[in-house]
């Protein structure tokens, strides 16, 4: 009996019976499509004797022949992956149009190539034209040993990653490549499975690093089933807004080494460069005495990076306040603004407040609460903050602050950049350094009166 379709959400991967408007695992809207099922879980496999060799102990295995690692040359990618691409390895790039990862993919094809090693580029979204005019304007000299394959089928890139063995190949990217083994356009659930499983096998006979440009959701989820992200071994995201000049590269999952670090770009005509150190970037165009204008010391992976919170207050000409903010989270604003004026005495009911991150950087972590709170203080007393002072710490909703990951860092990162006083919940067992001024407080009306 053959078995019927069922309905996969592409986000999470549950499965329906029916088809329906919203995923009630995830709460997706418009993710659920109709997918054939080649076989069920029903279905009796014949069972096979195992040989008892196979089974055999941790303990005399042999990892002198390991895969290696070989590094790119290009700063911020050697960085996030920990030295470099693995052997055999998949490596997945999402981010939304315009972040430049096939600018960054270009520039770490051109490092590798540039060694005397084989390159091979899988023009896919964009023509073998447009990946020429993008490489000219990146290098002054394309190597010979850069190449390129104007194909979309999967079992093209296979076959030729399986019988030449390059030394690096990339595909630009997984919704615009497709397979006969697989129903539905390219760019659908069973496609891109299909493809990357596909994909991943290649790389582990071959030995040839893979790297997949993938597109991400409008809810910044990289486009796609959620089993892609499994199929990799490396998940990287490019992120930033466009409109302005810094981009954080990022490793989401790393098969083999750390998601600890991250690398801050810059881009330029000439593509993405390395920031060698973002705070004191960052920090370079930061106005001196201006109300509204507070520095945070936020972690991403394992690195301290120093960021600017802006607020304006501002009369609200309308009975419901305008609340707008841009790389902080909306919600946790508003929620800020309600501790702010039951616990601190600062009264924004009838005003309509914007926040900013200068920089246009996302920020995520829950640190930056009490420094973007310093910010709205500042703003509505119309009092510039001393620019020698910096802040840290999470704010609860009894305007209690809460401790915040590894505080050392960020004390010493602060020092480092020249703060003379910092404000902070309570530390336990770090003794600060003697030559700055640690302000440790518990509640935000403390912080901020």
């Known amino acids: 009996m053959k078995n019927p379709p069922v309905h996969i959400c592409s986000k999470c991967d549950a499965q329906y019976p029916r088809w329906t408007g919203r995923c009630e695992e995830c709460g997706a809207w418009s993710t659920i499509s109709k997918t054939p099922v080649v076989l069920s879980l029903e279905t009796e496999i014949p069972k096979k004797q195992i040989d008892a060799d196979k089974i055999k102990s941790f303990k005399n295995l042999n990892t002198s022949n390991a895969a290696s690692t070989s590094p790119t040359n290009h700063p911020a990618m050697d960085l996030v992956l920990g030295g470099g691409f693995t052997e055999g390895s998949v490596t997945l790039i999402a981010g939304e149009p315009g972040m430049g990862k096939s600018t960054l993919l270009s520039q770490v094809a051109l490092l590798v190539a540039k060694n005397n090693k084989h390159v091979i580029y899988v023009a896919g979204e964009e023509s073998p034209k447009q990946i020429h005019l993008r490489l000219v304007r990146l290098t002054q000299q394309i190597p010979e040993t850069f190449a390129y394959l104007e194909s979309t089928k999967i079992d093209d890139i296979t076959t030729v990653v399986e019988t030449q063995k390059p030394d690096l190949i990339i595909i630009d990217s997984i919704q615009s490549v497709s397979t006969e083994q697989a129903t539905g356009e390219a760019g659908s659930i069973s496609q891109v499975k299909a493809c990357a499983a596909l994909l991943a096998q290649s790389a582990k006979k071959s030995g040839t690093p893979i790297m997949i440009v993938g597109q991400v959701t409008k809810d910044g989820d990289v486009a796609g089933p959620r089993v892609l992200e499994h199929v990799v071994d490396t998940v990287l995201s490019l992120e930033g807004d466009k409109l302005h000049r810094y981009r954080i590269l990022r490793a989401y999952k790393h098969r083999f080494g750390s998601t600890d670090e991250i690398a801050l770009l810059d881009m330029k005509e000439d593509g993405l460069h390395v920031v060698a150190d973002p705070s004191a970037e960052i920090l370079n165009d930061k106005p001196q005495s201006t109300p509204g204008s507070a520095i945070g010391c936020i972690l991403e992976g394992r690195r301290p990076l120093l960021v600017e919170l802006q607020a304006l207050v501002t009369p609200s000409g309308y009975s419901t306040p305008t609340r707008r903010a841009t790389g902080y989270d909306s919600s946790r604003l508003n929620m800020l603004l309600a501790v702010l004026t039951r616990h601190a005495g600062i009264a924004v009911y009838d005003k309509d407040v914007y926040a900013n991150v200068a920089g246009g950087l996302p920020v995520r972590d829950p640190a930056a609460d009490l420094a973007l709170s310093a910010a709205i203080w500042s703003a ?70």
């Open 380 to 449: 509505v007393k119309k009092q510039p903050l001393d620019p020698k002072t910096a802040y840290f710490g999470e704010i609860g909703l009894t305007g209690e602050l809460r401790p915040v990951a590894l505080p050392e860092l960020r004390i010493k990162e602060l020092t480092r950049m020249g703060f003379k006083t910092i404000v902070c919940p309570t530390l336990k067992n770090i003794k600060p350094p003697s030559d700055i001024n640690i302000k440790q407080v518990k509640t935000i009306n403390e912080a901020l009166n």
